[in-house]
């Protein structure tokens, strides 16, 4: 009859409004053909992924896109579930965002531990905590399971998480010049400029421009940077040294390299 009230018992999740609700005689039967939806379902709807953790989310993102971080929330009762949710989906920062694809009332399950694994998502509990055999499974399947009991914790370190997501911020420092007073030209080899530094340090393996007049004619990578004979790994103001700059041989005297690396900056 509808809105006819009844009680259910051994559900493992509160159902949503609007669930359906089937009768099977076998129990066992019904836990698989629930499995076996959900599974396809998540399939379907999202492919079948590979885990994710928190510590791994930047490697395995697509350069370029829109990072997407899925949860899956469980929690002791609604209200904490609501509080948690709507202040994860208060987290602002560019270039990234949350999709919880999934919150509600309950300890972690292993339907949780598949959707988890199917749509690529980790799981947050919230005052609860799997069983043994969940904690092992979701082990063995390598997804991520994330327990708290104080909000703020969890923010904490998903919004770490989805800094750490964002293409990293690199900017320019200019560590040197070096004059060029003579050039070897080598054969099968290539051009060796006999520089003398004349400005802070070259170190080796440094992105180079090439200056002629103050007219930046060529900009690459240094390739070998000698004292002497000897490869080192930096040369400081005032001495001499030996540098070769990848697929460049043009060098002239008079010519300066500015040498410079990229360093991250922090967000």
Known sequence: MPSLAVEVTGLNDVPQAGDAFMVFTEERKARLISE???????KEERGVGKSVSLDELFSQMTEGEKKELRIIIKGDTHGSIEALKASLEKIDIEGTKIDIIRASVGTITETDVILALASQAIIIGF????????????????????????????????ELALTGMLDPIYEEIVTGQAEVRDTFKISKVGTIAGCYVTDGTIERNSLVRILREGIVIYEGKMVSLKRFKDDVKEVREGFECGIMV??????KNGDVIEASVEREVKR
């Open 246 to 251: 990848e697929k460049f041989n043009d060098i």
């Open 36 to 42: 076996e939806r959900t599974h396809r379902f998540w």
């Open 127 to 158: 005052n609860v905590r799997p069983m043994a055999e969940i904690r092992n499974h979701a082990k063995e399947k390598k997804v991520e399971i994330r327990l708290y009991n104080i909000i703020y914790k969890a923010l904490e370190e998903i």
